[in-house]
Protein backbone atom coordinates (compact mmCIF):
# COMPACT_ATOMS: atom_id res chain seq x y z
CA UNK A 1 0.00 0.00 0.00
CA UNK A 2 1.44 3.59 -0.87
CA UNK A 3 -0.63 7.20 -0.70
CA UNK A 4 -1.40 7.55 -3.61
CA UNK A 5 -3.21 4.02 -6.10
CA UNK A 6 -0.85 5.66 -8.76
CA UNK A 7 2.52 4.95 -6.24
CA UNK A 8 1.25 1.63 -5.50
CA UNK A 9 1.04 0.38 -8.48
CA UNK A 10 4.33 1.35 -9.62
CA UNK A 11 5.99 -0.77 -6.89
CA UNK A 12 3.26 -3.57 -7.44
CA UNK A 13 4.85 -3.90 -10.89
CA UNK A 14 8.60 -3.21 -9.51
CA UNK A 15 7.93 -5.97 -6.77
CA UNK A 16 6.74 -8.40 -9.84
CA UNK A 17 9.21 -8.03 -11.80
CA UNK A 18 11.72 -8.72 -9.40
CA UNK A 19 10.50 -11.63 -7.95
CA UNK A 20 7.75 -12.94 -10.46
CA UNK A 21 4.69 -13.46 -8.47
CA UNK A 22 1.90 -11.33 -8.29
CA UNK A 23 0.97 -8.25 -6.19
CA UNK A 24 -2.02 -6.49 -5.67
CA UNK A 25 -2.04 -2.39 -4.93
CA UNK A 26 -3.65 -0.90 -2.39
CA UNK A 27 -3.80 3.12 -1.60
CA UNK A 28 -6.72 2.64 1.19
CA UNK A 29 -5.72 1.17 4.19
CA UNK A 30 -9.48 -0.39 4.72
CA UNK A 31 -9.85 -2.24 1.55
CA UNK A 32 -6.13 -3.76 2.68
CA UNK A 33 -6.93 -4.53 6.43
CA UNK A 34 -9.98 -6.60 4.68
CA UNK A 35 -8.25 -8.11 2.16
CA UNK A 36 -7.38 -12.07 2.43
CA UNK A 37 -4.08 -11.98 3.88
CA UNK A 38 -2.90 -13.46 7.61
CA UNK A 39 -0.27 -10.41 8.29
CA UNK A 40 1.21 -7.37 7.70
CA UNK A 41 4.03 -4.73 7.66
CA UNK A 42 3.60 -1.74 8.99
CA UNK A 43 6.74 0.10 7.24
CA UNK A 44 5.06 3.76 7.63
CA UNK A 45 6.32 6.85 9.75
CA UNK A 46 5.87 6.63 13.16
CA UNK A 47 3.14 9.21 13.30
CA UNK A 48 1.08 6.76 10.72
CA UNK A 49 1.91 3.39 12.89
CA UNK A 50 -1.16 3.29 15.53
CA UNK A 51 -3.89 3.60 12.68
CA UNK A 52 -2.46 1.24 10.75
CA UNK A 53 -2.07 -1.05 13.72
CA UNK A 54 -5.45 -0.74 14.61
CA UNK A 55 -7.08 -1.13 11.41
CA UNK A 56 -4.75 -4.86 10.53
CA UNK A 57 -5.56 -6.19 14.51
CA UNK A 58 -9.13 -5.01 13.69
CA UNK A 59 -9.24 -7.00 11.13
CA UNK A 60 -7.83 -10.13 12.93
CA UNK A 61 -4.30 -9.89 11.42
CA UNK A 62 -0.65 -10.20 12.90
CA UNK A 63 1.23 -7.33 12.79
CA UNK A 64 5.06 -6.64 12.60
CA UNK A 65 5.38 -3.13 13.13
CA UNK A 66 9.12 -1.36 12.68
CA UNK A 67 10.28 0.74 15.81
CA UNK A 68 9.32 2.64 17.72
CA UNK A 69 5.92 0.96 18.48
CA UNK A 70 4.16 4.61 17.97
CA UNK A 71 4.86 8.33 18.44
CA UNK A 72 3.82 11.56 18.18
CA UNK A 73 4.98 15.20 19.78
CA UNK A 74 4.20 15.86 23.12
CA UNK A 75 3.13 12.34 24.26
CA UNK A 76 3.18 12.48 27.85
CA UNK A 77 4.76 8.88 29.96
CA UNK A 78 0.82 8.47 30.92
CA UNK A 79 -0.13 8.87 27.73
CA UNK A 80 2.07 6.29 26.31
CA UNK A 81 0.95 3.74 29.14
CA UNK A 82 -2.35 4.23 28.50
CA UNK A 83 -1.88 3.16 24.63
CA UNK A 84 0.29 0.52 25.16
CA UNK A 85 -1.60 -1.03 27.88
CA UNK A 86 -4.89 -0.67 25.62
CA UNK A 87 -2.57 -2.16 22.48
CA UNK A 88 -1.45 -5.32 24.20
CA UNK A 89 -5.09 -5.94 25.33
CA UNK A 90 -6.39 -5.36 21.50
CA UNK A 91 -3.49 -7.54 19.87
CA UNK A 92 -3.84 -10.88 21.71
CA UNK A 93 -0.32 -11.70 21.37
CA UNK A 94 -0.66 -10.70 17.37
CA UNK A 95 1.60 -7.78 17.77
CA UNK A 96 5.27 -8.00 17.11
CA UNK A 97 7.73 -4.86 17.11
CA UNK A 98 10.88 -4.98 14.33
CA UNK A 99 13.61 -4.22 17.05
CA UNK A 100 15.94 -6.76 15.79
CA UNK A 101 19.05 -6.06 17.13
CA UNK A 102 17.99 -7.30 20.27
CA UNK A 103 19.22 -10.78 19.07
CA UNK A 104 22.67 -9.81 19.14
CA UNK A 105 22.64 -10.52 22.69
CA UNK A 106 20.58 -13.28 22.94
CA UNK A 107 22.83 -14.86 20.14
CA UNK A 108 25.94 -13.50 22.11
CA UNK A 109 25.25 -14.96 25.62
CA UNK A 110 24.14 -18.77 24.18
CA UNK A 111 27.64 -18.77 23.08
CA UNK A 112 29.25 -17.25 26.20
CA UNK A 113 28.45 -17.09 29.89
CA UNK A 114 26.12 -13.93 30.44
CA UNK A 115 28.08 -11.76 33.44
CA UNK A 116 25.95 -12.22 36.89
CA UNK A 117 23.99 -9.37 38.24
CA UNK A 118 25.37 -6.95 35.68
CA UNK A 119 25.82 -3.34 37.55
CA UNK A 120 26.89 -1.55 33.80
CA UNK A 121 25.56 -1.31 30.35
CA UNK A 122 26.32 0.57 27.64
CA UNK A 123 24.95 0.74 24.07
CA UNK A 124 26.10 2.84 20.92
CA UNK A 125 24.54 3.02 17.37
CA UNK A 126 26.06 5.44 14.87
CA UNK A 127 24.25 5.01 11.70
CA UNK A 128 24.02 7.42 8.47
CA UNK A 129 20.37 8.50 9.25
CA UNK A 130 18.99 11.92 8.41
CA UNK A 131 17.60 12.36 11.81
CA UNK A 132 18.21 15.31 14.28
CA UNK A 133 19.00 16.32 18.09
CA UNK A 134 15.63 14.50 19.69
CA UNK A 135 14.29 12.58 16.21
CA UNK A 136 17.75 10.75 16.98
CA UNK A 137 16.61 8.77 20.27
CA UNK A 138 12.61 8.14 18.62
CA UNK A 139 14.55 6.59 15.66
CA UNK A 140 17.11 4.53 17.35
CA UNK A 141 16.29 4.16 21.31
CA UNK A 142 14.05 1.47 20.86
CA UNK A 143 17.09 -0.64 19.71
CA UNK A 144 19.26 0.63 22.62
CA UNK A 145 16.43 -0.57 25.32
CA UNK A 146 15.28 -3.56 23.70
CA UNK A 147 19.06 -4.70 23.79
CA UNK A 148 18.71 -3.88 27.38
CA UNK A 149 15.90 -5.11 28.37
CA UNK A 150 17.01 -8.55 26.26
CA UNK A 151 20.88 -8.42 28.26
CA UNK A 152 19.58 -7.42 31.50
CA UNK A 153 15.47 -9.23 32.17
CA UNK A 154 15.40 -8.64 35.71
CA UNK A 155 14.98 -4.88 34.68
CA UNK A 156 11.81 -5.29 32.87
CA UNK A 157 9.93 -5.20 36.35
CA UNK A 158 11.64 -1.49 37.31
CA UNK A 159 9.38 1.34 36.24
CA UNK A 160 11.16 4.21 37.44
CA UNK A 161 14.67 5.75 35.64
CA UNK A 162 16.83 7.76 38.64
CA UNK A 163 20.24 9.92 37.92
CA UNK A 164 18.92 10.87 34.55
CA UNK A 165 21.51 13.02 32.60
CA UNK A 166 20.33 13.78 28.78
CA UNK A 167 22.74 15.53 25.56
CA UNK A 168 21.22 16.37 22.72
CA UNK A 169 22.93 17.86 19.48
CA UNK A 170 22.69 17.71 15.43
CA UNK A 171 24.12 14.62 14.99
CA UNK A 172 23.87 12.97 18.41
CA UNK A 173 21.80 12.06 21.61
CA UNK A 174 23.35 10.43 24.28
CA UNK A 175 21.46 9.72 27.62
CA UNK A 176 23.06 7.95 31.29
CA UNK A 177 20.62 7.29 33.82
CA UNK A 178 20.45 4.45 36.67
CA UNK A 179 17.23 1.53 36.28
CA UNK A 180 17.11 -0.63 39.21
CA UNK A 181 20.70 -1.54 40.10
CA UNK A 182 22.31 -0.99 36.77
CA UNK A 183 23.86 2.38 35.05
CA UNK A 184 23.49 2.33 31.94
CA UNK A 185 25.00 4.63 28.89
CA UNK A 186 23.36 5.18 25.10
CA UNK A 187 25.29 6.85 22.88
CA UNK A 188 23.65 7.40 19.22
CA UNK A 189 24.39 8.90 16.81
CA UNK A 190 23.38 10.10 13.08
CA UNK A 191 25.16 11.56 9.97
CA UNK A 192 24.65 10.64 6.77
CA UNK A 193 28.37 11.04 5.85
CA UNK A 194 29.71 9.93 9.25
CA UNK A 195 30.98 6.21 10.60
CA UNK A 196 29.19 3.23 11.31
CA UNK A 197 29.34 1.12 14.48
CA UNK A 198 27.15 -1.06 16.67
CA UNK A 199 27.99 -2.17 20.27
CA UNK A 200 26.96 -2.89 23.67
CA UNK A 201 28.60 -3.73 27.22
CA UNK A 202 27.36 -5.62 30.04
CA UNK A 203 29.98 -4.98 33.02
CA UNK A 204 33.14 -5.89 30.93
CA UNK A 205 32.08 -7.92 28.42
CA UNK A 206 32.15 -5.36 25.40
CA UNK A 207 30.83 -7.09 21.86
CA UNK A 208 31.16 -5.46 18.42
CA UNK A 209 28.93 -6.19 15.18
CA UNK A 210 31.01 -6.39 12.44
CA UNK A 211 29.20 -5.95 8.62
CA UNK A 212 31.01 -7.17 5.59
CA UNK A 213 29.93 -7.87 1.59
CA UNK A 214 31.92 -11.21 0.47
CA UNK A 215 31.35 -12.09 -3.16
CA UNK A 216 28.68 -9.89 -3.06
CA UNK A 217 26.70 -11.10 -0.21
CA UNK A 218 25.75 -9.42 2.71
CA UNK A 219 27.12 -11.15 6.05
CA UNK A 220 27.02 -9.87 10.02
CA UNK A 221 29.72 -11.15 12.66
CA UNK A 222 30.17 -10.61 16.52
CA UNK A 223 33.47 -9.97 17.92
CA UNK A 224 35.02 -8.96 21.62
CA UNK A 225 35.19 -5.14 21.53
CA UNK A 226 38.62 -4.21 19.18
CA UNK A 227 39.54 -7.90 18.21
CA UNK A 228 38.13 -8.53 14.79
CA UNK A 229 40.00 -11.52 14.32
CA UNK A 230 37.91 -13.31 16.99
CA UNK A 231 34.88 -12.32 14.83
CA UNK A 232 32.01 -15.38 14.66
CA UNK A 233 29.50 -15.53 11.80
CA UNK A 234 25.87 -15.22 12.88
CA UNK A 235 22.70 -15.05 11.17
CA UNK A 236 21.52 -11.31 9.95
CA UNK A 237 19.05 -10.47 13.15
CA UNK A 238 16.80 -8.84 10.62
CA UNK A 239 16.48 -12.12 9.18
CA UNK A 240 15.57 -13.77 12.29
CA UNK A 241 13.20 -11.60 13.28
CA UNK A 242 10.87 -11.53 9.85
CA UNK A 243 11.79 -15.62 10.04
CA UNK A 244 9.91 -15.79 13.85
CA UNK A 245 7.32 -13.17 12.89
CA UNK A 246 6.49 -15.85 9.80
CA UNK A 247 7.12 -18.85 11.59
CA UNK A 248 4.53 -17.80 14.96
CA UNK A 249 1.61 -16.47 11.83
CA UNK A 250 1.75 -19.70 11.02
CA UNK A 251 1.62 -21.28 14.38
CA UNK A 252 -0.88 -18.84 15.41
CA UNK A 253 1.83 -18.43 18.52
CA UNK A 254 1.45 -15.55 21.09
CA UNK A 255 3.98 -12.44 21.38
CA UNK A 256 2.08 -11.94 24.10
CA UNK A 257 5.66 -11.76 26.19
CA UNK A 258 7.49 -9.67 23.57
CA UNK A 259 4.54 -7.36 24.09
CA UNK A 260 4.92 -7.02 27.34
CA UNK A 261 8.66 -5.80 26.48
CA UNK A 262 7.95 -3.88 23.52
CA UNK A 263 5.16 -1.51 26.12
CA UNK A 264 8.07 -1.29 28.29
CA UNK A 265 10.53 0.13 25.97
CA UNK A 266 7.86 2.19 24.73
CA UNK A 267 7.12 3.84 28.13
CA UNK A 268 10.95 3.71 29.19
CA UNK A 269 12.48 5.97 25.65
CA UNK A 270 9.33 8.66 26.58
CA UNK A 271 10.93 9.10 30.08
CA UNK A 272 14.08 10.10 28.32
CA UNK A 273 12.99 12.07 25.61
CA UNK A 274 10.82 14.06 27.72
CA UNK A 275 13.58 14.84 30.49
CA UNK A 276 14.59 18.13 29.70
Known amino acids: ?32 AAADIDAAVICSPPSKHLEAIHAFLDAGKYVLCEKPLFWRENLSTEEVGRICDELEMRAAGRLLVNTNNTWFPEIWFQRFKRPDNPREFGFRFYTNGPYHGDEIGVDLLPHALSVLFEAVPGLCGHDTL ?25 DLRENPDGEREFGFRLDDSAIDRIQRVTDGE ?13 AI ?11 RF ?27 IRAT
Open 218 to 230: YRVYLAPAGRPDE
Open 1 to 32: MASTLESSDRAARELKELYGFSVTAYSDLGKL
Open 233 to 243: AVTDPFEISVR
Open 162 to 186: SRLEKTVGEDRFECRFELGDVACHV
Open 246 to 272: IEGVTSRTSFDTHMTTASKVMKTMTQI
